[in-house]
Nanobody, 123 residues
Framework: QVQLVESGGGLVQAGGSLRLSCAASGRTFSMYAMGWVRQAPGKEREFVAAISWSGPSTYYADSVKGRFTISRDSAKNTVYLQMNSLKPEDTAVYYC????????????????WGQGTQVTVSS
């Protein structure tokens, strides 16, 4: 059974930082692109960031570019999202996802999804 398990969410003040982790289990994800999307209450799901299976290619939504950094440790089947300079508008449930095709992640589609972790940024 394939599982993606997120951790690291929480409550932080505006301007603060959090690091999200997503651990994949059940199969080797070294050949999978991995990414993050978020969904705020009453809003549609939004692409946040993605990283290619090889690691060097990363993609970001304009709203987080320069503040968030995605990285992966393929040996640990884990992807990270370092979030700095957080803003109240970053408040959302953050979901990890994985797919062999990074194009699908950029389109908000994926073979596998985590259960989500809440990030709340207070003003």
């Amino acid at each position: 059974q394939v599982q993606l398990v997120e951790s690291g969410g929480g409550l932080v003040q505006a301007g603060g930082s959090l690091r999200l982790s997503c651990a994949a289990s059940g199969r080797t994800f070294s050949m999978y692109a991995m990414g993050w999307v978020r969904q705020a209450p009453g809003k549609e799901r939004e692409f946040v960031a993605a990283i290619s299976w090889s690691g060097p290619s990363t993609y970001y939504a304009d709203s987080v570019k320069g503040r968030f950094t995605i990285s992966r440790d393929s040996a640990k089947n884990t992807v990270y999202l370092q979030m700095n300079s957080l803003k109240p508008e970053d408040t959302a449930v953050y979901y990890c996802n994985a797919d062999p095709a990074i194009g699908r992640l950029l389109a908000g589609e994926s073979d596998y999804w985590g259960q989500g972790t809440q990030v709340t940024v207070s003003s």
